[in-house]
């Protein structure tokens, strides 16, 4: 047994030990910090309490200092059933077994070979933050998850978020807002929402310029309180852009021929659609929560949870 880290005199069996004690318990906010395990030069034996450089044994006693010993990390274990393993990309020791594990130069990490091949490849991917609670998930011991979309997240936060009842349409992406999952069964379900829910008079024929986060196309589609759903690949999780009343088409001719005529001027147009906008806003909220209980129910449905 070795203890690894020490600074001012004080000795710290691991670098969690010290983080834990200078940054995450460390009340004054000028001395936080966390510590570089490559200017680790010393370790002290257990034991015998020689100071002495890092190796995987003692250099007076030749007691090992770990069943498992990285004298690159510096890192030293006794629980060989976590199968640590260096990995020189990385830079550092991983646990789960090498075979089971490749490194992607892109994403920057080691993934589960499971996701050879089959995960979106993102740019150092795990050199960020969880976008849940903001840890940095490259030397975070706490399991990662890759999303679809390539995005990384710590698993526990990610079945946070889909517990979430913020969740609007669907649980998505916290950074790109892409969908975590097949929902086929959702947009069928809003379809028939859509379908049972006609629009008022006044409404119809309204278009929505819509930005879908699944398939990253823009369109125009028609526009309905239910929701906005991509006229390409048909998901619900899509972004509103602009909305353009009826009245904005329909006035446009109408108003250049009567303003010729002094009749009518441009503002008394810009006026109307104003209150047109206004009036939708208006509709949407009055329909939101029970559109949103609506959809909660679905989801607790035997059908919503495939």
């Known amino acids: 047994m070795a203890d690894l880290k020490f600074e001012l005199g004080e000795i710290f069996w691991c670098r969690h030990c010290h983080n834990e004690a200078k940054h995450d318990n460390e009340k004054d906010v000028k001395l936080r910090h966390e510590l570089d395990r490559s200017l680790v030069t010393e370790v002290v034996c257990a034991l015998c309490s020689l100071r002495q450089p890092v190796g995987d044994h003692c250099c007076r006693c030749g007691v090992a200092f770990g069943a498992y010993a990285c004298t690159l990390c510096p890192f030293y274990d006794d629980d060989v059933s976590k199968q640590a393993f260096h990995c020189a990309d990385c830079g550092i020791c991983?646990?789960?077994?090498?075979e089971n594990f490749f490194h992607c130069d892109t994403?920057?990490?080691c993934y589960s070979t499971k996701l050879r091949g089959r995960h979106v490849c993102v740019e150092r991917a795990m050199h960020q933050n969880c976008p849940v609670c903001f840890e940095y998930l490259f030397e975070s011991v706490q399991p990662t998850a890759v999303l679809p979309c390539g995005h990384t997240i710590h698993s526990s936060?990610?079945?946070?978020?889909?517990r979430s009842d913020s969740v609007s349409v669907c649980a998505c992406c916290p950074i790109c807002k892409r969908?975590?999952?097949?929902?086929?069964?959702?947009?069928?379900?809003?379809?028939s929402m859509a379908a049972s829910h006609p629009l008022p008079e006044e409404y119809v024929g309204w278009q929505a310029e819509i930005f879908c986060n699944d398939c990253l196309s823009t369109c125009t589609v028609q526009y309905n309180l239910v929701g906005l759903k991509c006229g390409g690949c048909g998901s619900y999780n899509t972004r509103r852009l602009a909305l353009v009343p009826a009245v904005t088409r329909r006035s446009g001719g109408q108003n250049q021929q009567e303003d010729s005529q002094g009749s009518?001027?441009?503002?008394?147009?810009?006026?109307?659609?104003?209150r047109s906008r206004d009036q939708a806003m208006h509709l949407e909220e009055r329909w939101s929560s029970e559109e949103?209980?609506?959809?909660?129910?679905?989801?607790?449905?035997?059908?919503?949870?495939?």
């Open 94 to 98: 991983r646990v789960g077994g090498r």
């Open 107 to 109: 994403c920057g990490s």
């Open 157 to 162: 936060c990610l079945k946070e978020l889909e």
């Open 179 to 191: 969908s975590l999952q097949d929902n086929s069964a959702t947009w069928r379900y809003l379809d």
């Open 264 to 274: 009518m001027s441009q503002s008394n147009g810009t006026e109307i659609v104003r």
């Open 292 to 306: 949103d209980r609506q959809l909660e129910a679905y989801r607790g449905s035997p059908e919503g949870s495939d």
